[in-house]
């Protein structure tokens, strides 16, 4: 049976009393296209931090390619064959796309450097600090995969591109998927995780609710319903086992999503006049909705992006990831 190309196990990180993530516990087999989402603080930066080695675990263990992360000098080695795109792409900014990616091959290699930059291409010459915040994005796609790496794990990797360079990077990820890549992200954009993700993991409040095939997910998922009547609706009478979510909008009206069970539906409509009444397939964002905002009101430890935590309460939240560290002066 092959090694996982990531195995978390039980992972766990509080600043203090506050959670981070706790208990998280998954698997992420070779060549999977792995989504990572949640709402805002709900544990995702923290997780990829400790991921990466970046972040000591209260807890637990994490391991890429079969090596803990917290054996230093074997992580060493694995890291050579990891791409990382942070949330917030950040290099030096007086010196130029070519020189920062020759400071990344000296530290990786960068076998597919021109293959990349002709799918992402980037003024190689300008200082980094002239780079639009879509240049930077994609001179971060490259860093990351120029190496040829095996594992990559990315924060909101579309964050500044084009719709039409997103698209081109969707591509590119179904094609290294088929290479046999492995590639781990968290991201805001639940339509793009319709279009490359083979399955998502939900977290919120740093625990874990869900790991979901993506298809079973959305075949499961049911449909949206919307009634409007001017008499005021009960949600108790739309509370049937079938349920995924129900609210009463501002207006007053009904949305419900239902995977099923339309004659209770039929039903509880029959005590109610309706002007109104739309049944629409389920979108994606209906879909995670629930997982959102069942048990919302906890906070965990960690927003996307930066920590929550002040620097005086654990050293290691403040070291940056690879692609933001500063080049030497000579670069």
Known sequence: MSVPAIDIDGLTKFYGDVRGVEELSLSVPEGELFGFLGPNGAGKSTTIRLLLGLLKPTD??????????????????????VGHIPGDPRFYDDVSGRKTLDYFAGLSGDDRRDE????????????VRAYSRGNRQKLAIVQAFMHDPRVVVMDEPTSGLDPLVQQEFY???REER?????????THILGEVREVCDRVAIIRDGRLVAVEDIDDLLARSGKVVSVRSPDAIDLADFEFPETIDARIEPDGSLRLVTSGNYDALVDALDGYRVDDLEVRETAIEDVFMHFYDEGGGESGGEGDGESTVTDGETDDAAEPSPADAEEPADA
């Open 171 to 173: 591509e590119f990820l």
């Open 178 to 186: 088929d290479r046999g890549v492995t590639v781990f992200f968290s």
């Open 116 to 127: 990349l930059l002709d799918r992402f291409p980037v003024p190689l010459d300008r200082p």
């Open 60 to 81: 637990g263990t994490a391991r890429i390619l079969g090596v803990p992360v917290d054996d230093r000098d074997s992580f060493l080695d694995v890291l050579g064959r």
